[in-house]
């Protein structure tokens, strides 16, 4: 299985496992926090519940604003380009001969060199006039092949999917960078095929002729400092065929899998049962053991939290 | 600079509108109409449509000259502003600058990119990939 798949397929199994630990502790707690709401907080654990029950909802909610942020953009990001729409070049007709992309390439006409693949069930491929004007007919079946991987894969679709798990699994900080990772792996899949079929030098020129010229990097945008671009990597990976591995950060397995434990040990105690608990004395007389457990998840949680509320801040502060 | 917005990109007809607000982009258009002028000129030029403050005018194509946009050299007293780039050459700098713009502006939809991120290339990347790009290596392998 390719990368990109695999990486895929590790980012769903691990949201899905997430998702049942979760959904399994909010079950459990249910009952508590109702009885918290009608006859006040009795002890301790009314409170863990109450507070890791507004967890879930921030995780829920962040998940689907996540959702409707994607749709709401991807409509008029489709909006704004069907507006534009041309009928396709014969340049790019001659293209795509034999790629099996009939009828599901949209030309838009645009000043800025783009193409990228769009929509989610029967995925569609958009070039604009700049980037067809400035390619030849190599590059342009390159550009077609590479964005013929992203439409068969549904990558669209996929992407979507993979971010409101990030989101909405905040305590699993895990799954965010699964999806950094699957995004990059997603990129240089469609590169390599592009290059099995019609060798590395026609992607290579068309990725060449795209990059901004040197010369504006000193514009004081906004350029992220730290390891290789996207761009970068499947450069390395063209030129040199270096394959970057996943690279997970030892903090954030900490937090998922002590927010994962954490909650399974809540589910355990809180459920009853586990015969080991039995024999234990009441919750409220042995904090220690509920807010062990509860600590991991809070402390998942805040660093989750944060993460989120970074993009938002930075996207605030760039602005004028 | 500026990052453009959504309803900015929707008006593809001038780019530079994109970046450089309204009165800016009226500075830059009487400044390559007469190559070269003094603020004094400029709110002369302007004064037939609008009325204007000096100090205005003059904040305006001291901000143009800070973004690289207007060259000035001294003529006595005052200073003699030119454009640093034709109309053109402006136009396709910002281009360049909302393709990376793009993917920043459409990050939330769902859309896989040819073009993604390419914005952040080092040298020695570009080189490299300069280096296999060449025609004369193409065909299948």
């Not at chain 1, 507004?54 to 749709?71: E, K």
């Not at chain 2, 990109?9 to 258009?29: H, I, T």
């Not at chain 2, 690289?68 to 454009?83: A, C, F, N, Q, S």
Request: with cysteine; charged share 25%; hydrophobic share 50%.
């Amino acid at each position: 299985m390719a990368r990109a798949n695999r990486a895929f397929a590790v980012l769903l199994a691990l949201a899905f496992a997430s998702s049942a630990i979760l959904l399994a502790l909010l079950l459990t707690l249910v009952p508590r926090v109702e009885q918290l709401l009608t006859q006040g907080a009795a002890d301790t654990t009314d409170l863990v519940a109450a507070l890791i029950l507004v967890l879930a909802i921030c995780g829920i909610s962040l998940g689907l604003a996540a959702l409707f942020r994607q749709l709401l953009a991807t409509a008029v990001l489709i909006r704004s380009l069907v507006a534009r729409k041309v009928s396709v070049p014969s340049a790019v007709l001659s293209a795509a001969v034999g790629l099996d992309l009939d009828g599901r390439i949209d030309v838009v006409a645009d000043d800025r060199p783009f193409s990228f693949c769009y929509w989610f069930v029967r995925p569609r491929v958009c070039l604009s006039t700049a980037l067809v004007s400035r390619l030849d007919h190599d590059e342009l079946r390159a550009v077609l092949l590479h964005e013929r991987y992203h439409l068969r894969h549904r990558d669209p679709l996929r992407l979507v999917v993979a971010r409101y798990f990030a989101a909405g699994l905040y305590v699993v900080p895990v799954v965010d960078e699964l999806l950094g990772f699957y995004m990059l792996q997603k990129e240089i899949a469609a590169d390599e095929e592009a290059v099995r079929v019609d060798g590395v030098a026609s992607l290579a020129s068309a990725l060449y002729k795209l990059l901004p010229d040197a010369d504006d990097v000193s514009l004081g945008l906004l350029v992220p400092v730290s390891s290789l671009s996207v761009t970068e990597a499947r450069i390395d990976r063209l030129v040199a065929g270096r394959q970057i591995g996943l690279a997970l950060s030892p903090v954030s397995v900490a937090l998922s899998g002590g927010a994962l434990l954490g909650a399974a040990v809540l589910i355990a105690i809180q459920g009853g049962a586990s015969v080991a608990f039995e024999a234990l004395p009441r919750l409220y007389a042995v904090p220690g053991l509920l807010l062990g457990p509860a600590s991991l998840l809070f402390a998942a949680a805040i660093d989750g939290g944060l993460h989120q509320l970074r993009p938002l801040s930075q996207r605030l502060l760039a602005r004028p | 600079m500026r990052r453009p917005d959504l309803r900015r990109l929707r008006r593809p007809e001038r780019a530079e509108e994109k970046f450089l607000g309204p009165l800016e982009a009226e500075v830059m258009d009487r400044l390559w109409k007469r190559r070269s002028a003094t603020v004094r000129d400029i709110v002369d030029d302007l004064a037939r449509s609008r009325e204007l403050a000096y100090t205005t005018v003059m904040t305006i194509m001291v901000r143009l000259h800070e973004k690289e946009l207007l060259e000035r050299t001294r003529e006595g007293k005052t200073y003699l502003y030119r454009p640093a780039l034709t109309r053109q050459e402006l136009r396709e700098r910002l281009s360049r600058d909302l393709a990376r713009g793009l993917v920043a502006d459409f990050g939330d939809a769902a859309l896989a990119a040819f073009t993604a991120e390419l914005g952040t290339v080092d040298a020695s990347h570009r080189a490299a990939l300069r280096r296999v790009a060449q025609k004369d290596n193409r065909g299948p392998r």
